[in-house]
Structures are given as C-alpha cells and as structure tokens.
C-alpha cells in the first residue's frame, strides 16, 4: 500500500498567489516525522520544511508552511507569494522506522510539479 | 561549505555492462543514502550507510546492485549486469545526524543520470 500519496500531479499558480500542495500518509507507527523537498530541473533535493508527529505547532519556514492535520494524516505545504524560481517538482516525505529499529528511512511520494504563471 | 559531489553526471550504457557510481558526502556526515529515482517517481531508497556498516539494504536488488563506503567516507554504487529498467537518476545524500535520530536531514548531490540503451 501506498506510504505516501500526492494526488495533484501538476498545479498551475499566479506569480504571487498562495498555493497548497496536498500530501496524506499511512502510517501506524506514533513517531515519524514528515519532510518537503523541492526539486528544480537541475535535479537536485532542496530540504524546504519538517514537520515531527509530536509537534504542537505547524511547521514555517519563510514563505513555506506546513499545514499538519494529524487525524486525516495529511501534511499539506503551503507556499505563500508564488515566485517565479518555485516552479519545481515537490515531493513529501515520511520518515519511519526499519524493521529491527536498526535507523530510520524516508519514504517520498510521487512528486507534484508546480509552475508559476507570470 | 561543500555539498553532497557525485560522479559521473551522466551515463550512457548497453545493457548487460557494467557501470558504478561515486558519491563524496559533506564533510563529518555519519549517514549515507542512495536512492533510485525513475522519470515521474519520487526517490526509493537503495542502501544506507552509517559510517562505514550497512543499516538498511532492503530494496537493494542484490543479484546486480553492490554499494560499499570504504572508511566510512565515500561511497561507489555498481550495477553488474546493467538492465534497460535500472534506468534512472542515482541520487547519493548524507545526513549529520545518525540514522536512529527522530531528526534527520538529509542534504543530497545532484545525481548521476543513467540510460542503458
């Protein structure tokens, strides 16, 4: 079963608008941690935002929030004033155990390309 | 402060040959990732690495994926015999933080992509 879903695989945005990027997991384990990365045609992973199940507050960082509903399990980012240079690829993530507790791994979900319209 | 360096950028191989691939963390990361990533997918983890001893190899495909972080430094990824699915972008990244931290950024490389024709 799916670990991870993102269910728009493209969005369109107004230069300057606010835009919510869907994420929802699955998950049984009461400790795990969620990620966004961005990551542009260069390829790379840019870390954005995380988000720890037992945090109280929602995760900000700059024009990215993080809008954690713990009882749907979805870990929606929102990027407020849409810039040009967002348009990217952006993929959610779920940190969770391995088996034996041995570390930890991060699951990713199918990505969702955002382009900003000028 | 230099980020996660892979090599090649780019490879274009026939199948049923070889290739590997070469990842440089950031300096003082205990923690090394590889991911597979195919066109339209998010990343799957391969293998991690915490210094130099496997902690997860579970969707590692054995039979022709070997990974190795020498001195807990480093690390190759090699495919042996290459298949037309293993087409794909090898991303490396590495994490400060111990792969058991409730915390753990990972910071990745640009990847190396890979065509087998």
């Known amino acids: 079963a799916q670990k991870i879903t993102q269910t728009q695989p493209g969005m369109f945005v107004q230069e300057k608008e606010a835009v919510t990027l869907d994420c929802t997991y699955d998950t049984s384990d009461p400790s795990y941690g969620l990620f966004w990365y961005k990551q542009p045609s260069s390829g790379e992973m840019i870390f954005l935002i995380y988000?720890?199940?037992?945090?109280?507050q929602n995760a900000t960082e700059g024009r990215y929030s993080l809008n954690f509903q713990k009882a749907r399990k979805s870990a929606n980012l929102v990027i407020s004033a849409s810039q040009l240079g967002d348009s990217a690829m952006y993929f959610c993530a779920m940190r969770e155990p391995i088996e034996d507790n041995a570390g930890n791994m991060l699951t990713f979900g199918g990505g969702t390309r955002l382009m900003v319209k000028p | 402060e230099a980020g996660v360096a892979q090599s090649p950028r780019y490879k274009i191989i026939e199948k049923r040959q070889s290739v590997a691939f070469w990842c440089n963390p950031i300096?003082?990361?205990?923690?090394l990732y590889w991911y597979q990533q195919i066109l339209g997918q998010g990343p799957k983890l391969l293998i991690q690495?915490?210094?130099?001893?496997?902690?997860?190899d579970s969707q590692l495909p054995k039979d022709r994926f070997s990974a190795e972080r020498l001195k807990g430094v480093d690390s190759t990824l090699k495919i042996q015999p290459a298949k037309l699915e293993d087409s794909a972008v090898y991303l490396c990244?590495?994490?400060?933080?111990?792969?058991?931290?409730?915390?753990?950024?990972?910071?990745f490389g640009p990847g190396t992509r890979l065509t087998v024709l």
């Open positions: 690495f915490q210094n130099n001893g496997v902690v997860d």
């Open positions: 300096s003082g990361h205990a923690t």
């Open positions: 990244a590495s994490s400060f933080m111990p792969s058991g931290s409730s915390y753990n950024e990972q910071f």
């Open positions: 988000q720890g199940s037992y945090d109280q």
